[in-house]
């Protein structure tokens, strides 16, 4: 099996050089699906070991359950329509606190990378509450806001704020120079140039914070509904695990995992989108 090593440092023509002695690729598409054959052997690997270790005893299957009693459970949750209230009560949750902290952390990085002196004078700041958890910042949020939806959807969107906030300065401050001193011999505008230049090529930074605040809007929402809700994942796994309801437990996890795929490829295909300029 070679290694990251072997790959990148295997000797290789050059296109001129492929094209004139009719070198053959593999398509991308066939590349494409041999990587996902790959990654799902690995799932059914993982699937297999799961069902059987528990079976065989290598693992105690009170606390670990056989992969199909926790499908079964799922598959109980599901048609008792309980599984798809607790999910829509998270997703509205986080996708409010996720949404809210996009569309303020974006202009407001942009506007502080734009003027070296105020980015010198907000940085420290900003690294204090980014190094802030927001676990830690949760007894405030309830403290101030109650223990009602405000402070859930808070606390989400300060978990949210800094990585985008941050990933966004870095990107429009490290913006090529000779980038910019075309717009200017061009005659664009401050704003055209941010426009045109300056966030297009700001993009894969900022959607770097941004994948990263999709994963921490589920995660600290998690923490927040087994504190104190009435509905959502969170809850679900909590109350699931209070009452030894072990297979319903791994099954309010496992839906978790499944959600938090299903947004991290929403962000990368946005972000693809976004970013077509690179191909």
Request: a positive charge.
């Amino acid at each position: 099996m070679p290694d990251l090593l072997e790959v990148r440092t295997e000797p290789r023509l050059n296109p001129r050089q492929e094209a004139a002695a009719g070198v053959r690729h593999r398509s991308r598409f066939r590349k494409r699906f041999a990587r996902s054959v790959r990654g799902l052997i690995g799932i059914v690997t993982l699937a297999a070991v799961w069902e059987i270790a528990p079976r065989i005893g290598a693992v105690d299957p009170h606390f670990i359950p056989p992969l199909s009693d926790v499908l079964k459970a799922w598959w109980h949750l599901a048609q008792s329509g309980e599984l798809w209230t607790d999910v829509r009560t998270s997703l509205v949750r986080s996708g409010v606190g996720f949404g809210l902290a996009v569309v303020l952390a974006i202009p407001i990085g942009a506007a502080v990378a734009w003027y070296p002196v105020l980015r010198d004078l907000l940085t420290p700041v900003l690294e204090i509450f980014r190094n802030t958890a927001a676990l830690a910042l949760l007894p405030v949020f309830v403290l101030i806001l109650g223990i009602g939806e405000t402070s859930k959807i808070a606390i989400v969107l300060f978990a949210c704020f800094f990585p985008i906030l941050l990933s966004t300065i870095s990107g429009v401050a490290s913006v090529d120079p000779q980038l910019l001193r075309t717009a200017r011999v061009l005659g664009l505008s401050p704003v055209a140039t941010f426009r045109k230049i300056v966030f297009p090529a700001a993009v894969p930074t900022i959607f770097t914070g941004i994948r990263i605040s999709g994963a921490a809007a589920i995660l600290v929402l998690l923490a927040a509904e087994m504190i104190g809700a009435t509905a959502g994942l969170g809850y679900l796994i909590n109350y699931s695990q209070m009452n030894f309801l072990i297979p319903q437990m791994y099954a309010g996890i496992v839906t978790t995992s499944a959600l938090g795929l299903a947004i991290n490829y929403s962000l990368v295909g946005i972000e693809r989108h976004f970013s077509r300029w690179r191909a």
